[in-house]
């Protein structure tokens, strides 16, 4: 990781960045590393821990609580496959062209070993036009539609998607989780790519005898790169995939990526992630916009949950994630459009019911309920 941004990291988190191998520079060597088990819970990146443990402190015998919790991890990426497998197989009987993003494919493909990462949860991805189809297949095959709960009219349906990215999904019986997306974010701008695109350039991962689809390395990095750009970064986990998928790309692909990122207005987000993975396809120097950006990654990665801050602090957080996204989002259409979409939630489709002729009103609805909320909690 570049160490623009590093610097700006606690010690441990410094520390724990190194033996993740994330970006540039030698990773961390010698000393114990139990004092770190929960920071690298929260930055959900213990399975490179563990695996940094056995491999700096081969004779030192694990704690007898990260064995247990190792065979847990494995245990579920293992399921976790089985399933993305099961479901890429049911997808393709109904003749639904589906592609896994993420989860344990990804560890699988850039990480050598599907318990490398981790993993909570199962993320598909469909054409726009197949999610109806789609919809009903993940229910009949024993999920239950958890995000959003209530049934969706066509107006609304068509609200929904126009302003989410994604259905969510939960198997009472295992508790496995699906997160149904038709395109990587809420905005949809924020997409360089059609479905159609994806599909082409998309390659096969066998998982046992079961084929699944999964996106190209260099579709992957773009995914990651806004996946990760709406949420700060505010995870280890996330940067430490960035320089084990850059690795599987070559500078003939990085600037084909770069042109259709640019002429979707997502050259900065694009760029961002190439520098936190450390790649050769950016300059070491850091642009005053990323010299801006890099400090809020920062204090994002150090506070991944700002609604848990004290009233000023969220409101202090607020301020400075609009200057983040304005850094990033340049071009005035995205960014009032990732503001518009951004005004609502899927539980605000359960929770405002309101008659179809105010559908299009529910984005300021929601946003108005929300503050009204937020101000009753305060002073109750």
Known sequence: ??????????????RLSRICGIGRGPRA???PAD?????????????????????????APSPPEWVAQRSQHSA?????????????????????????????LLAKQYYG????????????????????????????SG?????????????????????????????????TAVELHWRYADAAGL??????????????????????????????????????ALDGWSRLKWLADLPRVAAHTNSSQIEQLRTRASTNGLARILDLALYLAGSDAVTTSVAPWMERVLEYVAWRVQNPHPR?????????????????????LVDSHLLAQHRYVSQIMPRDFDALPLPDVFTPTLPYVARVTRAFRAVARRSG
Not at 35 to 59: G, H, K, T, Y
Not at 197 to 225: H, Y
Request: proline letters at 5%; one cysteine or more.
């Open 35 to 59: 004092s770190l088990q929960e920071l690298a819970r929260q930055q959900q990146v213990e399975p490179l821990l563990w695996n940094w443990q056995d491999r700096a402190l081969a004779a």
């Open 308 to 328: 848990e801050l004290a009233a000023r602090a969220r409101i202090l957080h607020s301020v400075t994630c609009s200057r983040y996204m304005n850094a990033l």
């Open 1 to 14: 990781m570049p160490i623009a941004l590093t610097s700006l990291f606690s010690p441990e988190l410094q």
């Open 191 to 228: 997409q360089a790519d059609t479905f159609r695109a994806l599909w082409t350039r998309s390659t096969i991962a066998t998982v046992g005898a079961v084929p699944v689809r999964t996106l190209a390395p260099i579709d992957t990095l773009m995914q990651l790169a806004v996946h990760g």
């Open 29 to 31: 060597q010698t000393g």
């Open 113 to 140: 070993d599907l318990a490398l990462r981790h993993v909570g949860d199962i993320d598909l991805l469909v054409a726009r036009d197949s999610i109806d189809a789609a919809d009903v297949l993940l229910q009949k």
């Open 143 to 175: 999920y239950q539609r958890t995000k959003p709960l209530r049934a969706l009219s066509p107006a609304r349906f068509a609200l929904y998607v126009a302003t989410q990215h994604e259905f969510g999904y939960l198997d009472p019986t295992t508790g």
């Open 76 to 104: 579920t990426a293992l399921q976790l496959t089985a399933e993305t497998a099961r479901l890429g197989k049911v997808f393709d009987t109904a003749n639904i062209e589906v592609i896994a993003l993420k989860g344990p």
